[in-house]
């Protein structure tokens, strides 16, 4: 018998500040909940500065109700990180984060979560990937979210060390990549590395929202696993919420 179909979805959500420059963690959710993917690969989703917590607080996600955050067990660690954290709680700053290095995984809430990894990625400046494995309808499915280098180099390197990680799980389950790549080509550089496991699936430019030119968000799937339709998210509030649209795909075995 097949699986049922998956609808699966990368956002550079960029802090959740839109083009207008307002952070409106909301709108995000708002787009979110127009694509209505089962599983969600975000990217930017904590802050940099401050507690560096969830860009989208994690009551607001309750509340909104259509996800769960894949919860990593990793937190960032910060300079002088005890007195930090007694400032932050003194001055009512969130340091809850959602992600690794701003990558995190939000799934719908009858999805299984089988197990999660936080991966440190070879580079100059931080960077991570986050590993959610899924149960679905019984069937097991992996997820890799990602937000890889701007230098093509250790691009090659990271995504290297990504399919390397992925060959080390201790169970086989057929997997998908997602998230923004910073790759301008679509098929040489890092995208290189995926042959011949891989294939991309055909979503589209989704950089800049305004005038989306660039296919820099890529969503990454097994040869085991068929692409049934793929596309960018264009509505008026995606145009407006980030700099980066919204992909997706629905891929089913």
Known sequence: ????????ASYNMRKAVGLDRRRDPKRVLDVL??????IVALQEADKRVGGRGSAVPHELIDSHGLYKPVHLGVRHK?????ARRHTD?????????IGWHGNAILVKRHIGVLDSAALELPTLEPRGAVIAELLIDEKPLRIVGMHLD???????????????????RPQKMPTVLMGDTNEWRTEAGCLREIEPEFHLAPTGPSFHARHPVAQLDRIIVHKDLN???????????????SDHLPIWARVSA
């Open 1 to 8: 018998m097949s699986r049922p179909s998956v609808t699966l």
């Open 89 to 97: 709680r003194l001055l009512n700053v969130n340091t809850r984060n």
């Open 33 to 38: 909940r127009e694509i209505d993917a089962d």
């Open 227 to 241: 692409i049934e339709a793929a596309g960018v998210h264009m509505s008026p509030s995606a145009r407006r919420a």
């Open 78 to 82: 910060r300079m002088f990180d005890k």
């Open 150 to 168: 701007l230098s093509g180099l250790w691009r090659k390197r990271q995504m290297r060390a990504i399919l390397d990680a992925i060959d080390r």
